[in-house]
Each structure stands twice: as structure tokens, then as C-alpha cells.
Nanobody, 120 residues
Framework: QVQVVESGGGLVQPGGSLRLSCAASGFTFSMYAMSWYRQAPGKERELVAIISSTGGTTNYAESVKGRFTISRDNAKMTVYLQMNSLKPEDTAVYYC?????????????WGQGTQVTVSS
């Protein structure tokens, strides 16, 4: 069955770094664009970063540009989010998403989320 499992979250001080991982199984990973979203308490879920199926194209939310880097390893069926210079406003639950468009219909798989807390 399809599984999308995030890991690597935790508590970090402002200015620190974390690396999130998202391990996928049960679908053809290399055919899916992969994204990281986050949701802070009381706020809507927002897109943080996206990477194309081949890894050749990436895009970031303005709030994380220059600080976060998304990457993927199709052989390991894993996507990563390297987060540097973390700020308290980065505190949120981070979710991994896999998406493919099939005949105009979006196929989405989501993980359960991992908590990132930035606090001194």
C-alpha cells in the first residue's frame, strides 16, 4: 500500500538547522512531483517547496528562499528538506506531498506530518 512517512522534526534554537526526510513506498516515486507543506497553529496549510519528478526544477515560498533546500533521491524514494537559519515563524507541522496529474486528475498522497519547533 502507499506510504509517505516524514521524519527529522524536533526542537531547534533560532538560527539552527534541521533536515527533514520523507520516505515513500507503494507508488512509482519517480513519476511524482514532491512537495513540502507546513501548517502552523491557527493558519492554513502553505506550500514551502516543490521539486519536479526528475529533480531538475525546484521552487520555494518567498519566506524560505535562501534558507531551505529541497532535494530528492529517486533510487531511495526519498525527498529531503534542508532547513537552515531557522526562525520561530518556521514553527509548524511539516507535511510531505506526492502529486501526479493523470488525464487531468490530480493524484495526491500525504504523510502524517512531523513537528518542527523553533524556540530558545
Amino acid at each position: 500500500q502507499v506510504q509517505v512517512v516524514e521524519s527529522g522534526g524536533g526542537l531547534v534554537q533560532p538560527g539552527g538547522s534541521l533536515r527533514l526526510s520523507c520516505a515513500a513506498s507503494g507508488f512509482t516515486f519517480s513519476m511524482y512531483a514532491m512537495s513540502w507543506y507546513r501548517q502552523a497553529p491557527g493558519k492554513e496549510r502553505e506550500l514551502v517547496a516543490i521539486i519536479s519528478s526528475t529533480g531538475g526544477t525546484t521552487n520555494y515560498a518567498e519566506s524560505v528562499k535562501g534558507r531551505f533546500t529541497i532535494s530528492r533521491d529517486n533510487a531511495k524514494m526519498t525527498v529531503y528538506l534542508q532547513m537552515n537559519s531557522l526562525k520561530p515563524e518556521d514553527t509548524a507541522v511539516y507535511y510531505c506531498n506526492a502529486r501526479r496529474i493523470d488525464w487531468g486528475r490530480a493524484i495526491d498522497y500525504w504523510g502524517q506530518g512531523t513537528q518542527v519547533t523553533v524556540s530558545s
